[in-house]
Nanobody, 126 residues
């Protein structure tokens, strides 16, 4: 399985961006699907995820109400709609999936995923 993230760019505070993640396999087969982000010198952090078992959307507190994760099974795509962007949202964003069973609680953890995309840079200017 391969993942390709895209959609990043340079935007201003308050703008919106939609990140896309294209999977080389049917996303219907995946368990948890998520987005993480990382800035230089810091650990990769959880942003959002969809669990397979309940199709529940999970969000980090810092993005709740502003970001929306979604998927399109017919296109094998995972999306992250980001609204009301802030400078602190600037990071490299990674999509990730779990191809074997994992509990929903693992959806918030880097260790809960076994396939990662290459990342797309998001920069929000103030």
């Amino acid at each position: 399985v391969q993942l390709q993230a895209s959609g990043g760019g340079l935007v201003q505070t308050g703008d919106s961006l939609r990140l896309s993640c294209t999977a080389s396999d049917r996303i219907f087969n995946f368990y948890n699907m998520g987005w993480f982000r990382q800035v230089p010198g810091k650990e990769r952090e959880f942003v959002a995820a969809i669990t397979r078992s309940t199709s529940t959307a999970l969000y980090a507190d810092s993005v709740k109400g502003r970001f929306t994760i979604s998927r399109d099974n017919t296109k094998n795509m995972i999306y992250l709609q980001m609204n009301s962007l802030k400078p602190e949202d600037s990071a490299v964003y990674y999509c990730a999936v779990r191809t074997s069973w994992a509990p929903d609680v693992a959806a918030r953890s880097v260790a809960g995923y076994n396939v990662w995309g290459q990342g797309t840079q998001v920069t929000v200017s103030s």
